[in-house]
Nanobody, 124 residues
């Protein structure tokens, strides 16, 4: 059983920055992809970013492209999502997720394990 622990999040003014981290605290796969999704009230879960652990290949959702950077720390089994130029529409619960293999997927059903979620609120 893989366990993911998220940290970061909180309240920030529009234009500000936040950093989210996700650590694989228990279990893992030989090759895997870690991703971030977000879900705002009344909306579907939306792909934010993902990174392949073996080659650091990354992908971003259209709504955050150019404003977010995902990176990984192999030694710490942690990925970090740096979010800049935040907008009120970025307000959501952000979830970390993991899937086995090297292929980066943008649909939530492809991911096998999830973190508990962390709230990000951007005030105008």
């Amino acid at each position: 059983q893989v366990q993911l622990v998220e940290s970061g999040g909180g309240l920030v003014q529009a234009g500000g920055s936040l950093r989210l981290s996700c650590t694989v605290s228990r279990g893992t796969f030989n090759t895997y992809v870690m991703a971030w999704f977000r879900q705002a009230p009344g909306k579907e879960r939306e792909f934010v970013a993902a990174i392949s652990w073996i080659d650091a290949n990354s992908k971003y959702g259209d709504s955050v492209k150019g404003r977010c950077t995902i990176s990984r720390d192999n030694a710490q089994n942690t990925d970090t999502l740096q979010m800049n130029s935040l907008k009120p529409e970025d307000t959501a619960v952000y979830y970390c997720a993991i899937k086995s293999g090297m292929e980066i997927a943008t649909t939530s059903r492809r991911y096998e394990y999830w973190g508990q979620g962390t709230q990000v609120t951007v005030s105008s």
